[in-house]
């Protein structure tokens, strides 16, 4: 145990930043002495001894537990709930359903009209129709089973490609168009006019789930007038402003907490309906409420990365200038507006220099569950589109696929308004050190030279990306607290979901303070303790987070000069904070340790407040990627192995080397989950149930599905302008290429070109006995 | 959640099958595929009879024969893992290591593996089909890519999940059953029921009848085994097609033997005709295609099952090549 | 088999002093009268459907006698009435391995369990890798790893690793992926899990 007497939590002899002024924002960093480092999670031990309280290990005095009846059917209107034989069950105390008073509540505002808690008509399988809160799970769940519920079963579509033909049923009365949206740069017909080689495919990607190891739900309790909610959450500000908003309680009354959480992926960014039902039983039964989704409703009813259809139509000259590129997608955010097309088309607006683009989405509605962002929404499908159709223009031209991509680098953001340059861009250097690291040319050449023999065959594909967002932005306030042993407290609203948040920003205050990161104690992600914060997600967390830490740690350190100003009797400008303590830059016998000053032992601690400054104007931040890999492909049974991934990123400066090349190998982990087992399975001819809502059947990478050689490549370009951490985003353009670079290598490796996910067995087998026999 | 039930753990075989023989009782071996049974509330249990009390029906060991006796409760990781099992009846060590997760062969029995319940999703999900005693099959016309191309027999479509029962076709094994009118000795390879016979039942078990233990005949020299397995991903999951094969050989020629797939039919299904071809014959590179061929004659692919037929017939070429290399 | 087994040399402890707000105390059915291991609870009689009975369990090398429902998993209890929440619901159908706990020594689905079948066995669960706040060597090696992102799956895969390395002291990275393969980790960190279950295996064998 520390003795609180000493100053021990400070460190000897590492550079420590310049102070700036009191009010200016501190220039980005040079070298750095801790950030960067590869070191392990401050919240490790909680994480790997069990100590960490999950959201669904919250056990509450008293406390019931929840369970939802979920309708059966895609689409069906409720005509009689009969939960009276239910009611008699043992243990049960509490059933709310559309006959509830109480729960007669908007749940949330859509274009095609309000969406309420209990709809009488259900519009998905999985919504939900009753609930009940039990003294077990046990008994909750024989109570859902014996409600009665009679359902006039409607007409439903559940193919999305199937939504807009004449006769199929319709999702909401104004039909089954979502939204189409159009973008048009320069002249597409003079760019293909003027293109040598004009190459035209479709493509599709299956519609994936999220289903990260922790369910969907909550702990809700009521003490007086006041809500508390342990949410498994992206964001507790998120989460607290829509109960907020459905249950009509002040934001201040609503407390939200949700300092671990076993992972999201986007769905969970914003509360479920499970939440406000939660909140309701507990106000009601007057107990806690433990609600959380079984395994098979989070195939329902939490969000999705929704199906797409794409066609690729691309124009390039001989020496691999493009010319024209026209994108079109049709795709479904299913039985609400959910963004179901949202940014497919992105990389064909933004990644290649292309001055004639021309893109068309469709979003239609199905009787599906609603979508919700999944890692890197639209980038993984518009990938999967536009980088296998620049392998396929590269072959017809003759050059290499990383030449191609090479040719045709942009500075500017083409896509936006103005022509924003990227405040760095190091797209080129992932291409060129990645194929270098990676021994493309070598690897390529090899392959090759393997065919004819076995019926094993190798093959070697790449892909690049970049990610729409990942420049993080305001706002966000945190509060950083200075003790005088030199160990400190950060308190910052976002949730760390596993991407190393917690450990990157205590290593943020380690390095502006010069105190050992473990030092740094961390309070996150409550809305009654800590500060507010945009939910972590869109890999905006930590070049919005890692600033206004920063910012903090700096202000902490002004406060410090200031009151050894008034100490030393010197101009605050002539000191300089060394960590333990802060002396005259003139004369080294004015110094005095940050223990004794006067004004800190008066009270107590320092505390800086930092904000997320405003992002340059006309700039724009974002992160890209190049990944390589080397597939074996079974030509008589279609078994696909991955042998080996080389991913080279650039997401600005590496805040921990350790937890960024974790975040990396997910990326790739996801995306070969994409490319090669994922999909969701709708019985869209006769009832329109989904079929796989498990893990067996809908299947997820296992251990032996990922290749054991991955190879993590940072690539930093320095970033002045970005923010004052040169860091961007890291989760999404991770995952972008992967699919992708399979697909290509599956190409190299068999001549077939596979345009439709996944890439299994079955579709492969299948592709490898249709094509013509070799001569 | 699991919906309650009665439960006894009884402490002998007979007690067990009094037991089982009475209302809608059902035999606790591992539980795996039991628990996921009832967690679906696929059909009515009234009570679950553990046979964990029952360490007779448990381990692996040589008969006097030469020979295998596998008491019915033997975990899958242990057979997978046995030197005996490893050195002489490979091709079940095989397909025991090759069902589910480790964690799952640590607790799954063989017995319990041979009777399992199918996967069609249909089946395992809230529809009311036929095997459930409903009126409608919903694969036949339906999502259908994991179902049979033998011996649907125009009523339902599964196929049957287990790897082991393929293997133990092809090693010539027989079942020991204990039931309420004693004991009856049942070759595996009659130990299935197709759909057309009773489409709620897979095995010929009678009501309160328990497998208690398999045993299969001493290899005869020159017997060669293995099982192949092809799925969509490469843990945790059932085979999409596999193939068990026990081949005599002498010297290069094959003599007899069997060839018995999964992932085909709602039985482990004995391709005769692949048997029939490499018979008697060298496994040279023409004997090998024409079996490759012979393994899908016959076959009735559903809408979205048709890969079986290419899938098939490159796994019966890649191992027949296999065998014919370590011939 | 030790009931508590080695812990690393590395020696990690608690690093926060404050504490996080979490888990209530639970355990009002618990008590922990000490039964010989082996010794059969059950009775060779029914239980009725919805009847509570008696049930010990040896967890951590401690028993624990409560009243369970027979159709009650050993997840359940030792989550709910035990109060060890370090075995994970994922799934609860065998599916993701965040159970994942050793009976004798061997990793097994708590959730696919049921309490009653559990008697008279040695049930290990991530708490009991702990040396007081020390950390077992294959915690150690997740932190050192960094084998895990959310961490809501390390549970599972901890101990089928601890699993794996009672059994194969020296496994290739073959047996090793496949030591882990009844574990899905959604984040996908399983190169790190790799790599950890490597150093486990290192640290065990003192190097």
């Not at chain 1, 607290?240 to 969970?268: C, D, N």
């Not at chain 2, 027999?153 to 027989?174: Q, R, Y």
């Amino acid at each position: 145990m520390a003795d609180e007497s000493k100053d021990i939590y400070y460190v000897e002899g590492t550079p420590i930043p310049e102070t700036p002024l009191p009010g200016k924002e501190p220039p980005p960093w040079r070298e750095t002495s801790v950030v960067g480092k590869a070191l392990p999670r401050v919240d490790a031990y909680e994480r790997v001894s069990g100590s960490a309280a999950y959201p669904s290990d919250v056990h509450l005095p008293n406390m019931l537990h929840g369970a939802i009846l979920r309708c059966p059917h895609p689409h069906a209107r409720i005509r009689r709930i009969d939960a009276s034989a239910a009611a008699k069950l043992p243990g049960v105390r509490m059933i709310i359903s559309g006959n509830t008073p109480e729960a007669d509540l908007i749940w949330k505002k859509d274009p095609v009209g309000d969406m309420r808690l209990f709809e009488p008509i259900c519009r998905f399988e999985g919504d939900v129709v009753a609930a009940v809160a039990a003294e077990t799970p046990y008994q909750a769940w024989d109570a859902a089973h014996a409600i009665s519920v009679d359902y006039e079963v409607l007409p439903f579509v559940a193919d999305e490609r199937q939504a807009l033909k004449p006769g199929v049923p319709v999702v909401h009365p104004k039909g089954n168009v979502s939204k189409t949206d159009r973008y048009e740069r320069g002249d597409i017909a003079q760019g293909f006019a003027a293109a040598d080689v004009v190459l035209e495919e479709s493509y599709r990607t299956e519609c994936e789930l999220h289903t990260p190891l922790e369910p969907h739900g909550c702990v809700a309790n009521w003490d007086g007038r006041s809500l508390t909610i342990w949410e498994s959450s992206q964001g507790v500000y998120a989460v607290q402003s829509r109960v907020a908003e459905v249950l009509k309680l002040p934001l201040a009354r609503v407390r939200v907490i949700g300092h671990y959480m076993g992972g999201g992926f986007g769905s969970k960014l914003e509360p479920g309906k499970y939440t406000i039902i939660a909140a309701l039983m507990a106000k009601l039964s007057g107990r806690p409420v433990r609600l959380f989704l079984t395994r098979e409703e989070t195939y329902l009813c939490v969000g999705n990365r929704p199906p797409t259809n794409m066609t690729v139509k691309a124009g390039v000259k001989r020496d691999g200038t493009l010319t024209a590129l026209e994108f079109s997608v049709l795709g479904t955010g299913g039985a609400y507006t959910a963004g179901g097309t949202s940014l497919a088309d992105w990389l064909a607006r933004d990644l290649y220099t292309c001055p004639n683009v021309r893109t068309i989405s469709t979003d239609v509605f199905i009787n599906a569950g609603p979508a919700r962002a999944f890692r890197a929404p639209g980038h993984p499908q518009g990938a999967w589109a536009l980088e296998q159709m620049m392998d396929t223009l590269a072959e017809a031209i003759g050059m290499d696929p990383v030449q191609l991509r090479l040719k045709n680098i942009p500075s500017v953001s083409q896509a936006r308004e103005g022509n924003p340059p990227y405040t760095s861009t190091a797209f080129k250097e992932c291409l060129e050190l990645g194929a270098a690291a990676f021994g493309w040319e070598k690897a390529r050449g090899e392959a090759r030279a393997q065919r004819a023999s076995r019926h094993i065959r190798r093959g070697v594909g790449m892909a690049g990306g970049l990610w729409f967002a990942g420049g993080g932005r305001p706002p966000s306030t945190v509060v950083v607290k200075l003790f005088p042993d030199g160990s400190a407290n950060l308190n910052m609203g976002a949730s760390d979901l596993g991407t190393g948040t917690k450990t990157v920003m205590a290593m943020v205050i380690a390095e502006e303070l010069g105190i050992k990161p473990e030092a740094v104690q961390i309070e996150c992600a409550d809305t009654g303790t800590t500060q507010y914060a945009t939910p972590s997600g869109g890999s905006k967390t930590v070049p919005t987070e890692a600033p206004a830490v920063r910012n903090a740690a700096v202000q902490v350190k002004q406060k410090l000069l200031e009151m050894a100003a008034e100490a030393l009797k010197v101009d605050a400008a002539e000191l300089v904070y060394r960590g333990r303590d802060i002396a005259s830059r003139q004369d080294s016998s004015k110094r005095i340790a940050v223990k004794d000053l006067e004004a800190l032992k008066r009270q107590g601690i320092v505390v800086g407040i930092g904000y997320r400054g405003p992002n340059p104007k006309n700039m724009t931040t974002h992160p890209f990627a190049a990944q390589f890999c080397e597939v074996e492909v079974n030509m008589l049974t279609g078994e696909l192995k991955i042998l080996r991934f080389l991913a080279a990123q650039d997401s600005g400066r590496v805040m921990n080397r350790l937890t960024y090349g974790n975040q990396v190998i997910g990326g790739i982990t996801m995306g070969i989950g994409l490319a090669a087992t994922e999909q969701r399975i709708l019985d869209t001819g006769r009832t329109g149930k989904m079929v796989n809502r498990n893990w067996h059947d809908y299947k997820l990478p296992t251990a032996l599905d990922v290749p054991v050689d991955v190879t993590v490549l940072p690539v930093e370009p320095v970033d002045t302008a970005a923010n004052n951490t040169g860091a961007k985003g890291l989760g999404e353009p991770a995952t972008i290429p992967t699919a992708a670079a399979i697909a290509n290598a599956v190409y190299h490796a068999t001549g077939l070109r596979i345009t439709c996910t996944p890439i299994h067995p079955q579709q492969l087998v299948q592709r490898l006995a249709d094509r013509p026999k070799e001569g | 959640m699991l919906p309650s039930f009665d439960y006894i753990r009884p402490k002998s075989v007979q007690a067990a099958i009094t037991h089982l023989a009475t209302g809608s009782a059902q035999a606790h071996a591992g539980g795996t595929d039991l628990m996921g049974c009832l967690r679906e509330r696929i059909f009515p249990v009234g009570k679950v009879v553990s046979l964990s009390g029952l360490p007779e029906l448990r381990g692996v060991s040589e008969t006097a024969d030469g020979g295998l006796r596998i008491g019915a409760l033997t975990a899958l990781s242990a057979l997978s893992e046995h030197p005996i099992v490893i050195k002489r009846f490979g091709g079940l060590a095989q397909a025991a290591g090759e069902v589910g997760s480790p964690q799952l062969r640590n607790q799954g029995t063989l017995g319990g593996n041979i009777c399992q319940k199918p996967r069609c999703w249909y089946y395992r999900t809230d529809f009311t089909c036929l095997r459930k005693g409903g009126g409608t099959c919903f694969a036949v016309d339906g999502e259908n890519q994991f179902h049979c191309i033998f011996g649907g027999g125009g009523t339902c479509f599964i196929v049957h999940p287990s790897d082991t029962a393929p293997a133990l076709v092809a090693l010539n094994a027989t079942a020991r059953l204990a039931g309420p009118r004693g004991s009856r000795d049942v070759p595996l390879e009659k130990f299935f029921v197709l759909p057309e016979v009773d489409v709620q039942r897979e095995t010929v078990l009678a009501r309160g009848e328990i497998v208690t233990e398999i045993r299969i005949p001493p290899p005869v020299s020159g017997t060669r085994s293995s099982y192949r397995k092809v799925r969509a991903r490469r843990s945790w999951d059932f085979a999409l097609a596999g193939v068990a094969m026990a081949l005599r050989f002498d010297r290069k020629r094959v003599i007899d033997g069997r060839v018995v797939l999964s992932g085909a039919a709602p039985i482990p299904w004995r391709s005769k005709e692949v048997e029939q071809i490499v018979r008697g014959k060298e496994l040279t590179v023409d004997v090998i295609a024409a079996a490759a061929k012979a393994v899908t004659s016959g076959a009735e692919p559903l809408e979205k099952n048709g890969y079986k037929l290419a899938l098939f017939q490159g796994m019966i070429e890649e191992e027949l090549t296999l065998m014919a290399a370590s011939a | 088999m030790s009931a508590n087994p080695t812990n690393g040399p590395g020696g990690i402890t608690r690093r926060n002093f404050l504490t996080t707000v979490g888990a209530g105390a639970i355990g009002a059915a618990v008590s922990e009268n000490a039964l010989a291991a082996g010794k059969e609870v059950a009775p060779p009689q029914v239980t009725p459907a919805g009847r509570s009975v008696e049930v010990a369990l040896r967890v951590n090398g401690r028993t624990h006698v409560v009243q369970a429902e027979t159709r009650w998993t050993l997840l359940h209890v030792l989550r709910e009435v035990i109060g060890l929440t370090g075995a994970k619901p994922g799934c609860e159908r065998g599916e993701c391995g965040a159970c994942t706990v050793l009976i004798d020594g061997i990793p097994r689905y708590a959730c696919l369990t049921l309490a009653v079948e559990v008697q008279g066995h040695d049930v290990t669960t991530l708490e009991g890798l702990m040396d007081g706040e020390k950390l077992g060597t294959v915690q150690a090696a997740f932190v050192e790893a960094d084998a895990f992102q959310c961490g809501y799956c390390t549970p599972g895969q901890v101990m089928a690793v601890e699993g794996l390395l009672r059994a194969n002291p020296n496994p290739s990275v073959e047996e090793i992926r496949r030591g882990v393969s009844g574990n899905l980790c959604r984040c996908g960190a399983y190169q790190h899990i790799f790599k950890a279950a490597h150093r486990a295996a290192e640290l065990k064998a003192g190097k």
